[in-house]
């Protein structure tokens, strides 16, 4: 729909028609100081930002995208400062003004943000104050910078309430932040960047909180406003299939440094440099399904499940009103395949595959675990004692790399400590084992008298990996084991998996709300939608196929990275 | 909100009961009563007691009767004539002794508390958000400094400075005409000249640990993304400073209520009795080294009702201060 043409680097004011540019940032550079030298989080970087035009800014985790948005408003966090460039902000009455020569705490400044450029964050719950209600803070900006009466700003407040789509505009002004869902908050956090009709929007990761569907109303809404008030938009995301959505323009970052900038379809369709190569190559390869699966014989369906859930309910609150976490669910594991749990915040499949290990007590129903030796254990009702060997034959993987590890063990010590709590092995028994492990997911067992925060997310993921399959189990749960790490390393950690699992015969449960993740590894898909599975099936016949509408709903509201293929629109809602 | 307000103060009968019938037992728990410390005392003056006058003692004390009976006595008197006791040692109404010791110790410990939040909570504040400037380290070498040093001794040195270097008369809350005058202005000037030491003495632990807690409370907050959007939105540093992360790391000061009440009563002896300030503190120490019964009972009494008191005040504090918790 639109096209916009980002001047060559190095060429200032070429392609600054006037009244078409707001921002121009030319060689912006931003140094963090530190104790062992400087870190150049931003290392010249230029761009423009044009009238009604969408910049997305991509790149892994520590490319830098954050601090360069900080940079333009000068709010970068201590002790990181902006030391050579410029950012030429264009006014619509023709004057202009180098943003990066005001003091970051000067009047001039704190003009122009909320004001001319407004900025949204990413995790909507902590970037309001719990303690003000909603209508304060965004009241705050019209008595700031438009000196309107307390009157007209909540009028103002109520009108921008509505704009964003959030029901009840006058009640909601009075609630408090916690009063609302994720996505609501952000409708507020879009409500309050909006207040003064800024020139530019600079959203840091809006979506990356939020679930799929919600995403793409978010994604809407921007883009609406976007049209209405012809804002330039800068949108920084680390999702390529969000930008494939969004974007006019695309910025690809890397340790700081701009890699590659064009319109959208040139970076997803023909992209000139190696590290957008190796990022768009790594979104393609989540779209299918994995090699290693292709060339595999479909498993066997006939076959014996090594567990079989039947009618698992599991209640929080009191009897009386409970909240059905899982609600009535039946499906099995077969031996050797991956299970997919698909579903969003709160459908109730992370209390599905705690259940699994009987992290939580269910309420009602049956697990039927299959051991080895063929005979069948059921986990809901298992004593301690069959309990504890379960749990050596069932283990998990978490989601988050840094939490779940002990900052205080060394890494021998973290994947030794199963084999160590169960007797099973000790001394140097243990320590062969261990460096055995490390080398199964590819970390080098020198390493093992390190901690884990010497390592990087992925290889903290290992590490969790390896100490799952300490005590060769026969299946493993691996909640959204890779929804913290970035893209490239994501597939690489699934082919890992891969991997272990025909070699040590493992079964998966593997919950994600990541699709692509799913296509690529799972064998079988259950989705679920408030505690209730709605559909299994085959990944094939559920993704490309589905049969329940809200299946449907939600493969709708997932952006395809590509440009070309722009479907959001199309997507539709369930309310069932 | 007001059932639970109802609710919570209901609950607080039931426990006051409770209460009070274990500082009574705690109290008759050492061996010997008041007669056996009184007769002790005139012992020391050479003085004898024989068997039937402690007897003759006990009878008028009513300290014969069983624990159980005592209690009762004691308890009916106050709530229905609000009669506390008579006090042994000074031979006078317990209320009276209570409420004239206890209305100068309130004005002493709310000038120590304004004092001390006035000083620590803004100095405390500047130290977080100049985290390691020179000013955060001079701020935190004093503190720790207020810290270590013991109240009695601060107390010590500003009397032997206030004595020598300026000539106040020292010790006590009143010039010596006016102890026993009737209040006047003269009266509440005098209390003001004499009020400043112990205050300041009072106040100097308490700030050099208020400042590290505000520091640490200050800090958490420092780094919170909403802080962040505050400084987008284009606010002055000094306005969003004190809208969003001081108004937050407050909170935790709301709940210090509950036991800053208790502490009008025991808090600060050791201070009270080298100024020899005529505050409950000492009267307190001293009913319970003579056994002075309904005089400890009815201080304990009090100690544990604004304990009570205390907490409640702060809950619904907490409760107005933050929404998040008005929600449960």
């Known amino acids: 729909m639109t096209v916009t043409e980002l001047s060559p680097r190095g060429a200032p004011g070429a392609a600054s028609a006037p009244g078409r540019t707001v921002l121009e940032v030319r060689n912006l550079t931003t140094h963090f100081p530190v104790r062992t030298g400087v870190v150049k989080a931003v290392d010249g970087v230029s761009f423009n930002l044009e009238r009604g035009k969408t910049l997305c800014v991509v790149g892994e985790s520590g490319s830098g995208k954050s601090v360069t948005a900080r940079s333009i408003l000068q709010i970068v966090d201590a002790p990181g400062r902006i030391v050579a460039g410029e950012m030429i902000l264009h006014r619509p009455d023709g004057s202009s003004v180098d943003l990066a020569k005001l003091g970051n705490r000067s009047r001039e400044i704190r003009a122009v943000r909320g004001a001319e450029i407004a900025m949204i964050f990413q995790e909507p719950m ?17 008595r700031l ?5 307390k009157a007209e700003a909540r009028a103002r407040c109520v009108e921008l309430l509505r704009q964003v789509e959030i029901p009840h505009p006058d009640r909601a002004v009075d609630r408090y932040t916690f009063e609302f869902s994720g996505g609501m908050r952000q409708r507020v956090m879009i409500a309050m960047a909006l207040a003064c009709n800024p020139q530019i929007l600079i959203a840091d990761e809006p979506t990356t909180a939020l679930d799929v569907t919600t995403q793409a109303e978010i994604l809407d809404l921007i883009k609406k406003l976007q049209q209405q008030h012809g804002m330039a938009v800068m949108f920084i995301t680390h999702d390529m299939g969000v930008v494939a959505e969004i974007a006019d323009e695309v910025l690809v970052m890397y340790h700081g440094k701009v890699m590659e900038a064009g319109d959208v379809d040139t970076i997803f369709h023909a992209p000139k440099d190696e590290y957008t190569k190796m990022l768009i190559g790594s979104v393609l390869r989540l779209e299918q399904k994995a090699e290693i699966r292709l060339k595999r014989p479909p498993i066997d369906t006939t076959a014996e499940p090594v567990i079989e859930v039947k009618n698992l309910q599991m209640h929080f609150g009191s009897p009386k009103a409970p909240i059905k976490a899982v609600d009535d669910v039946t499906l099995k594991v077969l031996p050797g395949e991956t299970l997919g749990i698909v579903g969003e915040s709160g459908s109730g499949k992370t209390t599905m595959g705690r259940c699994l290990l009987r992290i939580y007590d269910p309420t009602g129903g049956q697990i039927s675990y299959k051991r080895a030796d063929g005979s069948k254990v059921d986990i809901v009702a298992a004593d301690k004692e069959t309990l504890k060997i379960c749990r050596r034959e069932i283990r998990m993987i978490f989601q988050d790399p840094v939490g779940s590890l002990n900052p205080r063990m060394t890494v021998a010590q973290v994947i030794g400590e199963p084999l160590l709590v169960n007797g099973i092995a000790k001394g140097r028994e243990l320590d062969d084992r261990v460096a055995d492990l490390m080398q199964q997911v590819g970390l080098n067992p020198e390493w093992r008298e390190r901690y884990p925060h010497a390592f990087s997310g992925g290889q903290r993921q290992r590490i969790g990996i390896a100490r799952a399959i300490a005590l060769n189990p026969r299946v493993i749960v691996a909640d959204e084991a890779t929804s913290a790490l970035d893209v490239s390393l994501r597939s690489q950690m699934l082919d890992l998996m891969m991997n272990l699992q025909d070699k040590l015969g493992l079964s998966y449960v593997f919950i994600s709300h990541d699709i692509g993740v799913i296509r ?20 094939e016949q559920v993704c490309d196929a589905p049969t329940h509408p809200y299946t449907q709903a939600l493969l709708s509201a997932i952006p395809r990275p590509d440009p070309r293929m722009r479907s959001m629109h199309k997507r539709h809602r369930y309310t069932g | 909100m007001l059932r639970f307000i109802i609710s919570r103060t209901l609950w607080m009968i039931p426990s006051l009961f409770v209460v009070s019938f274990l500082a009574f037992v705690l109290i008759q728990l050492p061996p010997g009563d008041y007669v056996t410390t009184y007769i002790a005392t005139l012992a020391a003056s050479n003085e004898v007691v024989d068997q039937n006058t402690a007897a003759d003692l006990r009878q008028r004390f009513g300290l014969d009767q069983p624990l159980i009976v005592q209690y009762v006595k004691w308890i009916t008197g106050i709530l229905t004539r609000g009669d506390f006791g008579l006090s042994f040692e000074w031979q006078q109404p317990v209320s009276d002794l209570i409420w004239e010791r206890m209305a100068l110790t309130l004005i002493l410990t709310f000038s120590t508390l304004l004092a001390t939040w006035g000083i620590a909570l803004p100095i405390g504040v500047f130290s977080a958000v100049k985290k390691y400037s020179i000013g955060d380290y001079i701020v935190t070498f004093f503190s720790f400094l207020g810290l270590a040093v013991p109240s009695f001794l601060l107390a010590l040195v500003l009397m032997y400075i206030a004595a020598v270097q300026f000539g106040q008369e020292v010790g006590g809350l009143f010039s010596e005409q006016y102890v026993n005058a009737p209040w006047s202005m003269g009266k509440v000037f ?7 030491i112990p205050v300041i003495i009072l106040a100097v632990s308490g700030t050099a640990s208020l400042i590290r807690v505000m520091r640490a409370n200050m800090l958490d907050e420092l780094g919170k993304p909403y802080v962040t959007t505050a400084r987008a939105k284009g606010l002055s540093e000094f306005h969003l400073l ?6 937050i790391a407050l909170n935790p000061f709301i709940s210090t209520i509950a036991w800053l009440l208790p502490n009008l009563v025991s808090g600060s002896i050791i201070v009270a009795i080298v100024l020899s300030l005529p505050t409950a503190g000492p009267l307190l120490l001293q009913s319970l080294m003579s056994q002075d019964m309904y005089l400890a009972g009815a201080f304990v009494l009090l100690i544990c009702t604004l304990t009570l008191i205390g907490s409640l005040v702060s809950d619904i504090l907490l409760a107005f201060a933050d929404p998040r918790i008005r929600l449960e």
């Open chain 1, 126 to 142: 902590s970037s309001l104050s719990p303690v003000h209600t909603v209508g304060d803070q965004i009241m705050e900006v019209l």
């Open chain 1, 145 to 149: 910078h438009l000196k309107m009466s």
């Open chain 1, 520 to 539: 690529y590894m799972c064998d079988r898909i259950a989705v679920m939608y408030r505690g209730k599975v709605v559909e299994t099936g085959f990944t």
């Open chain 2, 190 to 196: 005098d209390l003001i000249h004499h009020l400043w």
């Open chain 2, 242 to 247: 004190v809208k969003y992360p001081v108004r």
